[in-house]
Each structure stands twice: as structure tokens, then as C-alpha cells.
Nanobody
């Protein structure tokens, strides 16, 4: 299983970015995919998740501003980020699990596969 993120960059506060994650070798029907982020000196935290039934979950800090989606034909996971804030600055990772158990909890240690990450920097 390989995951490759793209779409990070620098943006001013209030702006938008769309992250994408190409997923290959992942064929689990009962899947759980997620976006997580990490800032220096802090633990990785869940941002959004989506399971095989299309159920989504968001961290409180991003609800109403971020949208997770998946294009099954392209095997691509997306994270649309709107109304970005300085505190959204972080390295963003896409991740996959082989089980959808507790998918909505976005617990970093439960993910089996990770991308390399893409940096998002929001300036005021």
C-alpha cells in the first residue's frame, strides 16, 4: 500500500487549499482513510476521516471549514480546506487502515499506512 500526498503550500489566512492523496495497492472494502496533521513538538492529531460507507468525521477545530472526500474511480482522497487559519499550519498526512473499527476516532496509532506528508503554511 502506498499513499502520496500533494497540494500543500503557503496561503494567507482566509484562503483555501485542496490536498490530494493517491492511494495504490489498497483494496479493502471496509476501509478507513484519514487526514492527520502534526506540528513540531506535538503529537499527530486527526483532522478528518472517511469510511467505506462514506461516513465522515471531523475534528472540532476544522468542522465547517474542511471537507474530506474520496474519488473511488481515481483512488484519490481529498481534503478541501477553506477559511484557513494560522493554527492550521502543520504537516498533513493521509493514512489508511485495514479496519474501519473506530474510524471516526481518528486515532493515529490505529493507522497502518502513511504518506510522506505535505506542508501547509497559513500566514496572517
Amino acid at each position: 500500500v502506498q499513499l502520496q500526498e500533494a497540494g500543500g503550500g503557503s496561503v494567507q489566512a482566509g484562503g483555501s487549499l485542496r490536498l490530494s492523496c493517491t492511494v495504490s495497492g489498497y483494496t479493502y472494502n471496509k476501509y478507513c482513510l484519514g487526514w492527520l496533521r502534526q506540528t513540531p513538538g506535538n503529537e499527530r492529531e486527526g483532522v478528518a476521516s472517511i469510511d467505506g460507507d462514506g461516513n465522515t468525521q471531523y475534528a472540532e477545530a476544522v468542522k465547517g471549514r474542511f471537507t474530506i472526500s474520496k474519488d473511488n474511480t481515481e483512488n484519490t482522497l481529498y481534503l478541501q480546506m477553506d477559511s484557513l487559519k494560522r493554527e492550521d499550519t502543520a504537516m498533513y498526512y493521509c493514512a489508511a487502515r485495514t479496519s474501519r473499527y473506530l474510524c471516526g476516532r481518528m486515532v493515529p496509532t490505529l493507522y497502518d499506512y502513511w504518506g510522506q506528508g505535505t506542508q501547509v503554511t497559513v500566514s496572517s
